[in-house]
Every structure is written in structure tokens, then in C-alpha cells.
């Protein structure tokens, strides 16, 4: 196996920390959240308490003032335990960076603290009925009234969307302005207007809530902007490369953690007088799927690096996406199959892992979206190369 490089002493100390809290306080309760379709508040009280929420919001705001890899420790430690519920991810890695990056002095003071201590559960509301990964497309409405602003609207597929005490929404302010129109406001769900739909019954990651939210007449004062009135969808380009990045991390963890389990269950598991994993067709499948999960791995890894450094462009983050989503699939798909009729029982984490894995191809923008910003670039290289020839 190689060595991951990115990790020093005090990011291992901290993972070991992170492991037993997961094995402490998720691992024995995950399958009832399942049936719940949702985590208590409790269990974010208690990563507040751990440490393990925001890690990067600098110690004025509350944090700790780590580097992204301490995030970085949670994400994979969830991701190992298939701890598919806590939505600490969409907490952490978007709504405290969309506040930590463009909110102000006061925003900052009355929301990060409070995210930090798992007191305030922060969500990101984007997605619409009609509007997806094309968000410009959205048609939720701001509508200025003196110093307020009113927002009707719906929202859909938002996850901690039961729970969350705030949302960072987008919306449209200016209908004619195209991209130009989106602002972002952060809106308290304790406003007169906001409905909590349904919890959503999805195909997998059955312990997270992820809700329909309704916005009729919600008033909010003009401080609630965050960042500048129709400057939202640059925010959000910003910060597009971050929330694919990890998506990688989720993906690149998985395939190493199913593979691990199925090399663990085929070597026990016997048919034909021998283990499964006495089989060529099983040891070829799985040196495939291990060759396959060390390129995405260092690839990975490389884009963590780059996003420390600043570095890290659309393209890069959207390669990283899509290779990872597609080997997560199928690594899921495979490995179950090795698992015979046992794999296709909720019981075994690999039917749950592969229940919850058909969502990495749509969330934070799809593979379709994926391919198109990577033949951009690629065409458009191709572009100048000719020119310049020329």
C-alpha cells in the first residue's frame, strides 16, 4: 500500500480519536437511525464536543484553527464505518466555508461558534424541483420590501434539511439578471413562512434526513445577505471544486473500505471444497478493483494537496469526481457480487454501502456535468494549441 504523505503525527493522533468516537457513539446506533431516517441532535452535540465539526473555523469564531485535513480525518472516519446518517459533511466542508468566506463580522460571530459546538446544524438549500445541477435555473425569489427581503419558494433534496436550524439559500433577486440575479441569504427556520416538508424515502443513506422546504413569505432582514446582493452564483462557483473534492474523498474511502470487507468475507466464505477467495475470477476481480483504488487514491490525495495550496481548478476537482464516482459504483457492484445472496441483505454493510453509493454520480453535480467541464477544457487547449501553430 502506499503512504499517504499528507498526514503527519497529529493528523493520526486525531484519526485515532475520531475512529473510537465513531465506533462509540454511531457504530452501534446507525441501523436504528436507518429506521429512523434520521440522527438525534444529541449526536451532534457530542462531535461539538470532540472536536470533530468545523475544524477549520479560526479559534475567534469558536474553532480550532486546523488545517483541512483534520476535516478531511472526519469525512474518511464516517465513510469507513459506511456511517452514511450524519450530515457532517454539509455542515462542515459547505455551510461554515460559505460563512467563514463571505459572511460578515456579525454572521460570523453568531453562527460559527455555534456550528462548532454542534448547537446550530447548518444546511444548504440549492436544489430545486426544476433545478439541479443547473443553477441558474432556480426560481425561489427574494423579493426586496424596504429594509426586508420575502422569499417564496421551494426547495428539494437538501440535506439536514429536518434538522437544520439555518440555511444557506439561494435565490433569485433580479429574474431578468440570468446568473447576475442569484443571491445567497442565510435564513433562520424559525421564521413565520418556513415549512419543513417530508423526509424523503430514498433508494440509500436512509439515516440522513434530506427534506422538501417551503418558503411562503418568509421576511428576512437585508443583513441576512450573505456576501452581495446578486453575486450568489459566483459564490457558489467558488466553491463547486471544494464540494467535489469531497465527494472524491468519500468515494476513494468506500472503495478502499468494501474492498477490504470482501477480501475479509471471500477468504472465510467456502464453496466447492475451498474459500471463495481460492477462486482466480475472485482474486482477479480484486486486484483490479485494488490496482484501481490506488490510482484514485494518489490521485486523491494529489488534489487535497492542491486545495491546501490554493491550487486546485474545476477541471482537476471534476476528473477527481468522476473517476471516483465511477470506480465507487463499481467497486460496490463487484464486491457484492462476491458476497453472493448474502451481499443483497440489509444486514451486511455491503448492501448498504451499495444502496448508498448510487448518489455519488448525481450530488454535486453530476457525471454528465463532470464530462463536460473536463471536454471544455480539453477542446478549448486544443483551441489555442492551433492557433499558436498557426
Known amino acids: 500500500m502506499i503512504e499517504r504523505d499528507l498526514f503527519q503525527e497529529e493528523h493520526n493522533i486525531f484519526r485515532d480519536s475520531v475512529r473510537r468516537f465513531m465506533e462509540r457513539e454511531v457504530v452501534p446506533f446507525h441501523a436504528q437511525w436507518e429506521k429512523d431516517g434520521i440522527v438525534p441532535r444529541e449526536l451532534w452535540l457530542k462531535a461539538g464536543a470532540a472536536g470533530l465539526l468545523c475544524c477549520t473555523v479560526p479559534e475567534e469564531y469558536g474553532g480550532l484553527g486546523l488545517d483541512y485535513l483534520f476535516d478531511v480525518v472526519v469525512f474518511e472516519e464516517l465513510w469507513r464505518v459506511g456511517a452514511s446518517g450524519p450530515g457532517f459533511l454539509i455542515h462542515t466542508d459547505l455551510v461554515a466555508t460559505y460563512i467563514l468566506s463571505f459572511g460578515t463580522e456579525e454572521q460570523k460571530r453568531k453562527w460559527l461558534p455555534k456550528m462548532v459546538a454542534g448547537e446550530a446544524i447548518g444546511s444548504l438549500g440549492m436544489t430545486e424541483p426544476h433545478a439541479g445541477s443547473d443553477l441558474k435555473a432556480i426560481r425561489t425569489r427574494a423579493t426586496r420590501d424596504g429594509d426586508d427581503f420575502v422569499i417564496n419558494g421551494q426547495k428539494v433534496f437538501i440535506s439536514n434539511g429536518q434538522l437544520c436550524d439555518f440555511i444557506v439559500l439561494a435565490t433569485k ?50 443583513s441576512n445577505i450573505l456576501g452581495e446582493e446578486g453575486k450568489g452564483f459566483q459564490q457558489m462557483m467558488t466553491k463547486l471544486a471544494q464540494e467535489r473534492l469531497a465527494q472524491a474523498i468519500r468515494s476513494a474511502t468506500v472503495v478502499e473500505t468494501v474492498i477490504g470487507w470482501t477480501v475479509d468475507y471471500t477468504s472465510q466464505r467456502r464453496a466447492f471444497g475451498q474459500t471463495v477467495a481460492d477462486f482466480q475470477n475472485t482474486q482477479f476481480k480484486l486486484a483490479e478493483l485494488q490496482a484501481e483504488s490506488t490510482v484514485a487514491r494518489v490521485y486523491t490525495d494529489k488534489c487535497i494537496a492542491l486545495f491546501m495550496a490554493g491550487k486546485l481548478d474545476p477541471v482537476d476537482a471534476a476528473i477527481a469526481k468522476m473517476i471516483t464516482a465511477n470506480l465507487h459504483c463499481k467497486a460496490v457492484d463487484e464486491c457484492l457480487q462476491l458476497f453472493g445472496g448474502w451481499g443483497y441483505m440489509w444486514e451486511y454493510p455491503i448492501c448498504r454501502a451499495y444502496a448508498d453509493a448510487r448518489i455519488i454520480k448525481i450530488a454535486g453535480g453530476s457525471i454528465e456535468v463532470m464530462k463536460l467541464i473536463i471536454a471544455r477544457q480539453l477542446f478549448s487547449e486544443h483551441k489555442q494549441l492551433r492557433s499558436a501553430a498557426e
Open 173 to 222: 433577486t433580479d429574474s431578468a439578471a440570468g446568473a447576475k440575479g442569484i443571491t445567497l441569504f442565510i435564513v433562520e427556520t424559525n421564521r413565520e413562512g418556513f415549512r419543513r416538508g417530508r423526509n424523503l424515502d430514498k433508494l440509500g443513506m436512509h439515516a440522513q434526513d434530506t427534506s422538501e422546504l417551503f418558503f411562503d413569505g418568509v421576511r428576512i432582514p437585508a
